[in-house]
């Protein structure tokens, strides 16, 4: 088999995917890895070109790995006899074949942990009928927890039983399955949440008042500036903070949940609150790691404010995009400046701008 590593201009990226190649019959394997092209004008600059050569770099080393494993035939489940009816063997990978995208494969690489951990024991293909998938599904319902005790939420659970669903689904098309028995089990509803976010004069209430812990003050509020996750936040290294004469303050990263490579300018007041510029490979924010006690300093900090809403650390990025949305930037710039892929997962927040203004205009009320 032949593997070879292609690019394909869309829109305004180049996208780089595998091309395989056996015995007249070709498959493709998109990497969701993407290079920046040349301008019609001009060049790229140096960062760009620095990056587009990592992003090579790292389709290349896929590449070559696909190769070894082709070689070595643990990849594609295209030798049914050696996956030995191994549904454990088949999800693990699955798993691997996201390895490109790493929020996509924290998602995959959990449900392999929980489903292991809910039938410890090697399970084969027959194995699997309605009632192991049910059973499955009452142990995300029921039984796993988060690291601070609690339930995970509904569309987390919703999340990882669909990517368990996918994986029966590609079983039955490689012919590993009679049938799908997960078809006849009701999956789980994706929650419509209530997205909390701070107003402009509570962001500023909350500005002015002490928190116990500084760390945690600065980067809830760099995150309602930034729009920026906890994730990334807490891995932020100073070479990733940049200047330039046209964009002033930017930051150039690689997003912890879609992998995507992003360069988001930041206003001043956010730069301030990063403080003293230190050595490249250094953390910009230390000493705070995320669980329950952040929650109290969190939950205590919103109290001594006078704000009366349950807010968590993700709702300074809901934040971010409600004001942006709030104060007039176009749903377009606030989807990129999020960082979101598509479109209508921005046009959330804008649903929530528009409930907004019912409420305000039902605010204004006369007897005639």
């Known amino acids: 088999m032949k593997i070879t590593l292609r690019q394909r201009k869309k829109a305004n990226k180049i996208t780089l995917y595998l091309d395989y190649y056996d015995q007249g019959k070709r ?15 001009g060049s790229l600059t140096k960062a760009q070109k620095d990056e587009n050569k990592k992003i090579l770099e790292l389709a290349e080393s896929i590449r070559s790995k696909r190769h070894l494993e082709v070689q070595n035939s643990i990849y594609g489940f295209r030798d049914k006899e050696k996956l030995k009816g191994s549904f454990y063997e088949f999800f693990d990978a699955l798993t691997e074949k996201k390895k490109a995208s790493l929020g996509n494969y924290g998602n995959w690489n959990a449900v392999r942990i929980l489903i292991k951990a809910y039938n410890p024991k090697d399970v084969t293909f027959a194995r699997i009928d309605k009632e192991w998938v049910e059973g499955f599904k009452d142990y995300l319902d029921y039984e796993v927890k988060t ?85 990334d936040i807490e891995k932020l290294k100073w070479s990733e903070i940049q200047y330039s004469g046209n964009l002033g303050y930017y930051i150039r990263f690689r997003q912890q949940k879609t992998n995507g490579a992003e360069t988001l300018p930041i206003a001043q007041e956010a730069r301030e609150l990063l403080g003293e510029q230190k050595e490249p490979i250094e953390k910009v924010f230390t000493g705070l790691k995320y669980g329950n006690w952040n929650k109290t300093y969190l939950k205590d900090w919103l109290k001594d404010a006078g704000i009366n809403k349950y807010i968590t650390f993700h709702c300074a990025r809901h934040t971010y995009a409600t004001l942006q949305l709030t104060l007039g930037t176009d749903i377009y710039t606030v989807s990129k400046l999020l960082g979101h892929k598509n479109l209508s997962t921005t046009e959330i927040y804008a649903k929530v701008i528009n409930e907004k203004k019912v409420e305000a205009a039902n605010k204004i009320k006369i007897k005639l």
């Not at 079983?171 to 009679?178: F, I, N, S, V």
């Open 27 to 41: 498959e493709y394997e998109h990497l969701g890895l993407y290079l920046t092209p040349e301008p019609d004008k």
């Open 147 to 231: 690291k601070t005790g609690d339930s995970i939420s509904l569309n987390t659970k919703y999340s990882y039983f669909n990517k368990f669903r996918a994986a029966l689904k590609q079983a039955l098309k490689e012919g590993l399955l009679k049938f799908n028995p997960a078809e006849h089990v009701e999956p789980f509803q994706q929650d419509d949440v209530q997205r909390e976010f701070l107003t402009l004069e509570e962001l500023q209430k909350l500005a002015n008042t002490n928190c116990r812990n500084e760390t945690l003050k600065r980067m809830f509020i760099f995150s309602c500036l930034t729009g920026l996750r906890w994730s």
